[in-house]
């Protein structure tokens, strides 16, 4: 798709411009929250398996600092450009702000292909990616904190801690100067399954809001509603199984080579192992195939899920929608044109830039982990069970009757790092959600949730700004 017709940067100053309307903040200070403060293009040779040197496009764009470091994935795509990384870390500033995580917006691009490379090739060009980064001081715990994104994952966060504190020795805080690690190297459980997570926790928070349901024609809850997810990495994957394991109905997932379709609902591990098998996600047993992908966004359902890439929704097939509620998983899935489409519609968009924060969220909470240098949970786990055995105990013997052992396990549970981390995440969505309704609610002339959501993120952003007294 040539840059001539679409800009997704542009999509978003647009869908920024319409919100900043809604707010009474100076011109200036406008301009200056919406623009990209630092671009950085790098091209690099790396030496291929059989002797050929290849160049590499890469970047990394640092949207905002008006809070320290900026914080954003990478991503390994042919669609890597500079007009998408510009996009991505703008919606990053503005996604952080609203999550109340205390960082500003920043996201890299490597322009390649991951399949059509060797581990080892991989391996080289992430290397020589961070090398280039640490140069130009564009990467470190107060600078800039990478993560995994589209076609990245906890192996390239190996490598990239791994060059980072090779290149900084004796950096005590070198941990933290990318999030999404495997555990074993400074990772926080919980990390993999956030974004979907978080996905799952907003959309909740959305459908138990009886009026706004009733508007739409749905009873509130997610119990019995019917799920549509496109896209079956990461994002998609856990998405579908949180829905599913809260009783809603996943009747379609869908990915490159075309859609499978079931009425009494699909399990997601199952869908996943067949593919994994077969090399496709059609002919799963008892499902029907839908040979065009993309037909699959199109289905009778209550709650449509695009997780995989941007522009999925557009004016060409806006129309054909018929989903309720969207969730817009993956960044910038809607374009403007499809939005106002399904908004006149009475479509109700929940927004990227704050629904798929789950990941962010939980690399601050790795962050916080790899600057404090203990496992979340160390320090009081054993304590609260202790205490907790110590009342359940009490309270047996002052009532004369005692629990089931299931009943005690549960009760004496001290919190893991999991279950901590889920919780933050729980918190942090159900608050976000709420923040953005309210918004939206008191100021009816407001048109949208992603409206609403930037009005939320605008004034956040210039709050932070006016407090560093950048404009006095
Ligand atoms: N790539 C993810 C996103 O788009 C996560 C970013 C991060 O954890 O820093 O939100």
């Keep these: 798709m040539s840059n ?3 800009s997704f940067f542009h999509n978003v100053e647009r869908s920024f411009d319409k919100a900043a309307e809604f707010t009474k903040w100076d011109k200036g200070l406008l301009e200056q929250i919406k623009a990209c403060n630092s671009v950085y293009r790098m091209r690099f040779p790396v030496k291929m398996d059989d002797g050929r040197i290849e160049v590499i496009e890469a970047y990394r764009v640092q949207h905002s600092q008006h809070k320290s470091p900026c914080k954003g994935g990478i991503r390994f795509s042919e669609a890597v450009d500079q007009d998408e990384v510009m996009a991505l870390a703008s919606l990053m500033t503005y996604k952080c702000a609203i999550v ?6 920043a996201k890299g691009g490597i322009k390649i292909n991951p399949r059509n490379y060797s581990t080892y090739e991989l391996e080289k060009i992430t290397r020589r990616y961070t090398s280039e980064l640490v140069k130009k001081n564009f990467i470190g715990p107060g600078i800039d904190v990478p993560a995994p994104d589209y076609g990245t994952g906890e192996r390239e966060m190996a490598w990239i801690v791994d060059t980072y504190a090779s290149l900084k020795p004796g950096e005590i805080d070198a941990a933290g100067c990318v999030t999404g690690k495997p555990v074993s190297q400074g990772g926080v459980r919980g990390r993999k399954e956030a974004t979907g997570l978080g996905v799952f926790y907003g959309v909740r928070e959305v459908c ?9 024609g749905l009873t509130p809850g997610v119990e019995g509603k019917r799920v549509v997810v496109q896209g079956l990495g990461n994002v998609g994957y856990h998405s579908a199984k949180f829905f599913r394991e809260h009783g809603s109905i996943v009747i379609a997932i869908a990915e490159y080579e075309g859609a499978i379709f079931n009425l009494n609902g699909l399990n997601e591990e199952a869908v996943f192992q067949h593919r994994k098998s077969t090399g496709s996600i059609l002919n799963f047993p008892g499902a029907t195939n839908i040979v065009k992908s ?7 359902c209550d709650i449509l899920i695009p997780a995989a ?3 999925v929704i557009n004016g060409n097939n806006a129309d054909r929608i018929k989903a309720k509620i969207i969730g817009e998983a993956a960044n910038g899935p809607l374009t403007p044109e499809a939005d106002a489409i399904l908004n006149k519609k009475g479509t109700l968009i929940v927004p990227d830039m704050y629904l798929n924060a789950g990941g962010v969220t939980v690399s601050y909470f790795e962050w916080l982990k790899n600057l404090s240098h203990v496992r979340y949970g160390r320090l009081e786990k054993r304590f609260t069970e202790n205490m907790n055995s110590h009342i359940l105990t009490q309270m047996e013997s002052l009532t004369g009757k005692t629990v089931s052992d299931a009943e005690r396990k549960f009760i004496m549970h001290g919190a893991e790092e999991v279950d901590l981390v889920h919780s933050g995440l729980e918190e942090t969505m159900i608050t976000a959600t709420q923040e953005i309704i309210e918004i ?3 100021n009816p002339e407001i048109p949208d949730m992603r409206t609403a959501a930037y009005v939320c993120a605008i004034n956040k952003v210039a709050i932070s700004y006016n407090e560093l007294g950048i404009f006095p």
């Design 208 to 216: 138990n809001m009886a009026d706004r349901m009733k508007k739409l």
């Design 440 to 442: 939206w609610d008191k």
């Design 294 to 300: 993309t037909d699959a966004l199109e289905l009778e």
């Design 309 to 311: 890439l941007e522009n």
């Design 100 to 105: 109340n995580v205390p960082f500003g917006g």
């Design 4 to 6: 001539e017709q679409y």
